[in-house]
Nanobody
Framework: VQLQESGPGLVKPSQMLSLTCTVS?????????WGWIRQPPGKGLEWMGA???????YYSPSLKSRTSISRDTSKNQFSLRLYSVTPEDTAVYYC???????????WGQGTQVTVSS
């Protein structure tokens, strides 16, 4: 299974960050769940949220108010939207997948997103 993130690398403050993860070699409707993780510069990994095989979404409490995760089963893709971004949202964003919900089995290569005017 391979995951590939795509989206703009530069977003202006107060705007929306939008990323898409394309999954190949497996179906997003069968594995346990698919999610987004980010790593700000000099900091650890932060789990942002996930979408289950049945479309149920889960969000980090700290980001829930401005995060949306959705999927397009016809394209085998899932997406992240983060609203009202600030420079603190600058990070490498990873998409990831889990076969059983107990750990991460698949990682995308990560994509740098910088929030700056």
């Amino acid at each position: 299974v391979q995951l590939q993130e795509s989206g703009p690398g530069l977003v202006k403050p107060s705007q929306m960050l939008s990323l898409t993860c394309t999954v190949s070699g497996g179906s997003i409707t069968t594995s346990r769940g698919w999610g987004w993780i980010r790593q700000p510069p000099g900091k650890g990994l932060e789990w942002m949220g996930a979408i289950g095989y049945d479309g149920t979404t889960y969000y980090s409490p700290s980001l829930k108010s401005r995060t949306s995760i959705s999927r397009d089963t016809s394209k085998n893709q899932f997406s992240l939207r983060l609203y009202s971004v600030t420079p603190e949202d600058t990070a490498v964003y990873y998409c990831a997948g889990s076969t059983n919900g107990l750990g991460i089995d698949y990682w995308g290569q990560g994509t740098q997103v910088t929030v700056s005017s």
